[in-house]
């Protein structure tokens, strides 16, 4: 009886613990998705859409992993786990472009689709990368944004998070490159990329560090969603004349955006990161189903939409770009941070 006893409670736990990991319903996971860090509300949201593709598809074997912390090492104890346990695709939405390229190949070596999201890797060590919208794009909103914020003239900084997240740093990037090209933008001046490596307290240390320097400061764009909305904190309890913009959550931003002295925020962008997760999961149903193997030119259908792989500026490797940045603003914000 003790040993029926004892067997029982082990099959409970077991369960136990399948469930908190993520999600799979019933026996080992085949699709995996590994966000960045827990506690991230982004991230959240992307899982949120993941879970619901696979549930839309038929699909129940599948987890969710969100490492204890925004680092590379955390990630890499989680994507050992999921080769171990034979998952036959992971998204990964990579803390690091370069030092996770070990434990991808490894991975790749036991036949694993690997995919990105929201953060790429090293292009040999993915299939393709679903990417929230164009570099560009997004370079382009963002130094428009600034510019009109601080009209046309002045300093202003970025607070971005990690020092090596590739999307953080392609945007920034993109950013240098459109002000540098264009007269237009002469008279602005970067004074500084803070990181606050997607932390709260050390985003909002940043930010209070960046108007302790910078008395003549105009404007922090800050495209991160922790990075803004801890920024947009700090400026509005301390009623700055510095303004803020950059990526951010509606939810999450919603108190802090208007046009008045007594908001910090004029207007932001974003994209839907549920929407974000869902690309993830079609796309990592179509490379385990081999209806797209990560060359350009492949598609695939996310409901009644057609995807498309292109090809990645500079490379032979593809991608999928979700959609162009969406800008929220004293006119739509309320509306917006009902659904996200």
Known sequence: MKKLTALLLVTVMAAAILVSCGGASSGSAEY??????SGNAYNEKEAEGFVAAMKAQGITSYVVKHPEKATVDAQIAVINSLIAQGVKSIAIAANDAN??????????????????????VAVADRL???NQ?????????LIDAVYDIAGGAGEYAILSATSQATNQNAWIDAMKAIAAADSKYKDLTLVEVAYGDDEPQKSTDQTQALLQ??????????PTTVGIMAAAKVLQDKKSTVK?????????????????????????????????GK???YA????????????VGGTFMMGETQYKLTAVEGTNASGIILGPPFKFDPANINEWKEVY
């Not at 509606?250 to 802090?256: I, V």
């Open 99 to 120: 030092a996770l390229s070990a434990t991808l190949k490894s991975a790749k070596e036991k036949g694993i689709k690997i995919l990105t999201l929201d953060s790429d």
């Open 32 to 37: 995996a998705l590994v966000t960045k860090a």
């Open 244 to 276: 803020l913009t950059g990526l951010g959550l509606p939810s999450e931003m919603a108190a802090y955006i208007g046009d008045d002295a007594d908001h910090s925020c004029p207007y932001m962008f974003l994209w839907n990161p549920i929407d974000l």
């Open 279 to 281: 690309l993830a999961a």
């Open 213 to 222: 320097k910078y008395p003549n400061l105009k404007v922090i764009c800050a």
């Open 128 to 130: 393709t990368f679903c």
């Open 284 to 295: 990592s149903v179509a490379l385990v189903k081999g209806d797209i193997d990560g060359t």
């Open 133 to 141: 919208a164009g570099v560009q794009e997004v370079g382009q909103a």
